[in-house]
């Protein structure tokens, strides 16, 4: 630019000397002399200044940065309407951390060009500087830093704007700021609109999807994802996000794929008799474990965080021992104070649990954590009370719980303002909760969903959705749906809250405050899934069959591979009395997801109620439990096949165990109330079919609990 300054300077001169006076000129007064005298000491001021501008930059370039300030300066003095100068100036400060007098050389420019998006950009540079101190955040600072750089992006929508090293779009540091002032769905926008304004962008698609992860919105983070990681798709980051994204959508075979392929993974054919032993014959001597899976220690798998989010992912598939010879290699390589060794052994708990072998995991916990930092090993600390809960230990649960709990909590009950503070304490106080809840410690549980409130302030709605949910749970439907309409308001944002809403709705009969709720959350995006889902499960409920029936497949037609609507539809199909098809459905999800704990549930309950291939349905239901071994409804599906086989006191064990973890279910006592029949303890059978009748909601569930009382 002082080049252009320099010659436009030496053209004026050379037009003066030659262009001829006008007879106007001649007949100016002296004033109009003095005026051309001044414009001309102006030009020559400029002049310097631009070759004081060039010797401040060569002494920049060579490091000398106090001698190259006091030269921008001296041309600021001999230009001082020169924006150019005081913009260049002002990021010199800005580089050696003076934001002050950067700050007062940006304002002054803008005096001078109030729209001049350089300008913007240097204040915004500044406020950004000021924004981030230590670990602190200055909310005012960032605000102020993001009315500048969307002022800059008003001026030139693909502006970039240097941050450190490098350059990043304007757009893309406003949604950034935005998250960190926590307004999540400026945020969201902001994201979008980088996104979208640059398809060719795998950058800016990662982090509109991570922000979609962060809200949960997993189909929208896969979708999103997808781009990025076709444009790059050896990038671990991408590969990462994608794949964890589809992993919470069901969607666990193409996880898998994308993990297997990003640490280089080969599928190998599984051997048997004599090419088996042969294989095992072979093996190294160097390995006498006989471990294939040993590739960390030979070096054939990095080691890196993809390897455990791959383990993690064979674990929700079901493969647990592959699960397990994965990470035993690295249990051996890994230091044991370590964040990778902790994490590799909660995915190893987790499988074996899931596996069944839940004593083990115990012991495995248990080791692991002596020793051990409660605050650096809270997951740990999770699996393992999780662990005492599926044993019915709720005291020992609650018991770690609050060990845990103590370590982050500050005297006054509050926990630190940093997310993961209160991340962690909702954790801890929910699984505190719940716990007390599963034990039938009701006004234990509705206390902790209270302190919950006031360990994570106003803006949490957590607490809410847990005291809805327990009132739903407990039948008060009325009290759950003004609890649900009042947190609702306050929390507009939060989707699940509307979601309890239409069903306490829907449960008390008013199905035009269901359907208006659940209408008014469709956004024509990938999400909408889970209100056609949710909608398509109250109208159920409702006995609304043909309705349930269109909502599921609506959901189907937005993800054709996701499962949930066709494990709802299976449900609707078979309250139609159409079996074939449920059962086909339910096939279809295996298919689509072959190690999903509520598809092995259903289809293992679908043929032990018809008994039918009862082997099958046992080794489906079996699994469906070791999954999730607290779940009331795998429970009841395992007792009531045991009841089909006759397998008596093993069917009560389940059956007693199920009621317990899902008291408001009719088809749970009515079941116990079968088993109690048929084992000749009458009266309470009666007493569990009475508690059926005022649970049951489908008019075929209700004749069939009246015939058994004998009632019409």
Do not use: C
């Amino acid at each position: 630019m002082t080049k252009n300054i320099m010659v436009r300077s030496a053209v004026f001169a050379l037009a003066l000397a030659v262009a001829p006076l006008s007879a106007d000129l001649k007949a100016a007064p002296a004033a109009g002399f003095a005026a051309q005298d001044n414009k001309d000491a102006q030009a020559d001021k400029r002049t310097q200044a631009a070759k004081k501008y060039l010797e401040a930059k060569r002494l920049e370039d060579s490091g000398n940065i106090p001698a190259a300030v006091a030269a921008y300066k001296e041309a600021v003095t001999l230009d001082p309407a020169s924006v150019d100068l005081r913009i260049t100036l002002g990021s010199l400060y800005l580089k050696n951390r003076n934001t002050i007098d950067a700050e007062a050389q940006a304002r002054e420019a803008m005096k001078i060009a109030a729209d001049n998006a350089q300008v913007h950009k240097l204040l915004a540079r500044v406020y950004l500087a000021q924004t981030f101190v230590g670990t602190t955040v200055v909310k005012d600072k960032a605000r102020a830093a993001i009315a500048e750089l969307e002022q800059v992006v008003k001026l030139d929508p693909a502006a970039k704007v240097e941050v450190g090293d490098h350059e990043m779009p304007a757009m893309t540091i406003v949604g950034e700021l935005y998250w960190t002032v926590e307004e999540q769905d400026k945020a969201l926008d902001a994201f979008k609109k980088v996104s979208e304004g640059n398809a060719t962008s795998d950058e800016a698609h990662f982090q509109l999807a991570s922000l979609y992860f962060q809200k949960r919105k997993y189909r929208d983070a896969a979708q999103i994802a997808r781009k990025a990681y076709d444009i790059n798709p050896k990038s671990p980051q991408y590969a990462s996000l994608l794949a964890r994204s589809l992993l919470y959508i069901g969607r666990t075979q193409e996880a898998l794929d994308i993990y297997k392929k990003a640490i280089g993974v080969k599928d190998t054919p599984a051997k048997t008799g004599k090419d088996a032993k042969d294989a095992k014959d072979a093996k190294d001597p160097k390995d006498p474990s006989g471990d294939d899976d040993d590739d960390v220690i030979h070096g054939n798998l990095p080691l890196s965080p993809l390897i455990f989010e791959y383990a993690e992912a064979l674990v929700y598939a079901g493969r647990y021992d592959e699960a397990i010879s994965k990470l035993d290699p690295l249990l051996k390589l890994l230091r044991k104070d370590s964040s990778p060794y902790l994490q590799a052994i909660r995915i190893k708990t987790d499988a074996l649990k899931r596996a069944g072998k839940r004593d083990e995991a115990v012991r495995t916990l248990e080791e692991a954590l002596k020793g051990q930092d409660v605050s650096d090993s809270l997951p740990l600390v999770y699996s393992l009370a999780e662990t005492y809960e599926g044993n019915l230990q709720f005291d020992k649960a609650v018991s770690i719980y609050e060990e845990a709990l103590n370590s982050i909590v500050n005297p006054d009950g509050t926990v630190s303002d940093n997310e993961q503070s209160k991340n962690s304490a909702r954790i801890i106080l929910q699984r505190i909760g719940l716990a007390y809840r599963l034990a039938g410690k009701r006004d234990k549980a509705m206390e902790t969903f209270e302190k919950m409130k006031k360990v994570l302030g106003p803006d949490s709605p957590v607490a809410d959705q847990l005291i809805i949910d327990t009132l739903i749970n407990e039948g008060k439907y009325k009290e759950a749906l003004d609890q649900a309409t009042t947190a609702a308001a306050h929390f507009p944002d939060e989707r699940g809250l509307k979601f309890q809403r239409a069903q306490a709705a829907g449960k008390l009969g008013d199905m035009q405050t269901a359907d208006a709720t659940l209408r008014g959350l469709l956004k024509q995006s990938a999400e909408d899934v889970d209100v056609y889902l949710y909608w398509s499960s109250v109208q159920l409920d409702a006995n609304q069959l043909k309705e349930a029936e269109d909502s599921a497949r609506k959901a189907m037609e937005i993800d054709t591979k996701d499962i949930g609507p066709l494990i709802t539809l299976s449900s609707i199909q078979e309250r139609q009395k159409r079996y074939k098809d449920s059962e086909a459905t339910l096939r279809r999800a295996l298919e689509i997801d072959p190690d999903n704990a509520t598809v092995l549930n259903n289809l293992g309950y679908f043929l032990a109620d018809r008994n039918e291939r009862l082997a099958e349905a046992e080794a489906l239901i079996r699994r469906a439990v070791n999954i999730e071994p607290t779940n009331g409804s795998f429970l009841d599906s395992l007792g009531w096949l045991l009841y089909r086989q006759s397998k008596l006191p093993e069917a009560q064990k389940y059956l007693e165990l199920a009621v317990i973890y899902q008291a408001r279910s009719a088809t749970i006592h009515d079941h116990l109330g079968d088993l109690y029949k048929k084992i000749g303890q009458t009266d309470k059978a009666r007493a569990k079919w009475e508690d059926a009748l005022k649970l049951a909601t489908e008019p075929d569930e209700t004749r069939r609990i009246k015939e058994k009382l004998g009632k019409k």
